[in-house]
């Protein structure tokens, strides 16, 4: 046989399965289509929309990425902790940003950077 199965249960008892149920019920009624393609196309439709958040996560990882690069400088500290300091020389800064207030340069712990390789 080609055709692939399973079979779904909607329990009477479990409010969530009665809920979804009724739901399937109202856009198979408003589609005019079986419930195997309205699940189908959820199922399709779910992938879709996870695969569009992951795109977004990545280029909102990126545009952060482009931010820091020319002022990012990672050191470790003597007991191997990782530190990040923000450069505050003319490449870092555009002209719209405000200035940091301290002359100090500015310290990103160490969840920042673990955050940021996540992101490669």
Do not use: C
Not at 44 to 65: G, H, M, T
Not at 77 to 82: L, Q
Not at 83 to 107: C, T, Y
């Amino acid at each position: 046989m080609k055709d692939k199965r399973i079979s779904l249960r909607f329990r009477a008892e479990n409010e969530r399965d009665m809920q979804a149920w009724k739901l399937l019920e109202e856009m198979t009624q408003k589609a005019n289509l079986s419930k195997n393609s309205i699940v189908i196309e959820l199922i399709l439709s779910s992938s879709k929309q996870q695969n569009d958040a992951e795109r977004i996560a990545e280029y909102i990882a990126e545009l952060v990425a482009d931010k820091l690069e020319n002022r990012l400088i990672v050191s470790t500290t003597s007991d191997g902790m990782k530190k990040a300091i923000v450069s505050k020389d003319e490449r870092g800064f555009h002209h719209d940003e405000p200035e940091l207030v301290s002359d100090e340069p500015e310290f990103l712990g160490e969840d920042v950077l673990d955050f940021l390789d996540l992101f490669g």
